[in-house]
């Protein structure tokens, strides 16, 4: 079983051995909250925080 992991770049929740948003391999394990962002440019959420492309992110890491 995977374990999710939150980019400790981007904050994008994702699996594997790379972030698919940035490419960072730093991580974290501890997701605090999160936020799915449908549509980057209608989403009020997304422009406030500065995320430019859709997915799962999280409001709070370790």
């Known amino acids: ?9 981007c904050n994008l929740i994702y699996e594997g051995d790379r972030c698919p948003g940035c490419g960072s ?3 974290s394990e501890e ?4 936020v799915i ?3 980057e440019e209608k989403s009020e959420i ?3 925080v500065g995320i430019k492309k ?3 992110y999280a ?3 370790k």
């Open 1 to 9: 079983m995977t374990k999710e992991k939150v980019c400790k770049q």
């Open 25 to 27: 391999q730093e991580y």
């Open 31 to 34: 997701v605090k909250g999160r």
């Open 37 to 39: 962002i449908l549509d």
């Open 46 to 48: 997304a422009k406030k």
């Open 54 to 56: 859709k997915g799962t």
């Open 59 to 61: 409001i709070k890491s």
